[in-house]
């Protein structure tokens, strides 16, 4: 059974950075995509980040390019999400996601981000 598990959260003041990890378990996860969503209060999931398990390749958000970076390590079945330069539009609850080649997708709990102006 797929597990995903994050943390990394918190409160941190505009212009901070944080970085989430996403500890995945269950099974073998390459041919995966790995994603990282947030919800932001009264609004829709939204995606912010993907990266291909296997070659490492990533997409961002128009809204977090140039400030996000996500990466993963093999040996520890890791992905992150280095968040740097935070505005307080980027609160909410960061999701780790991620998708077989074919199937359903899972998901983790989430961890909370919180950017004080």
């Known amino acids: 059974q797929v597990q995903l598990v994050e943390s990394g959260g918190g409160l941190v003041q505009a212009g901070g950075s944080l970085r989430l990890s996403c500890v995945a378990s269950g099974r073998t996860f390459s041919g995966y995509l790995m994603h990282w969503f947030r919800q932001a209060p009264g609004k829709e999931r939204e995606f912010v980040a993907r990266i291909s398990w296997s070659a490492g390749s990533t997409y961002y958000a128009d809204s977090v390019k140039g400030r996000f970076t996500m990466s993963r390590d093999n040996a520890k079945n890791t992905v992150y999400l280095q968040m740097n330069s935070l505005k307080p539009e980027d609160t909410g609850v960061y999701y780790c996601?991620?998708?077989?080649?074919?199937?359903?997708?899972?998901w983790g709990q989430g961890t909370q981000v919180t950017v004080s102006s």
């Open positions: 996601n991620a998708v077989p080649p074919s199937g359903v997708g899972y």
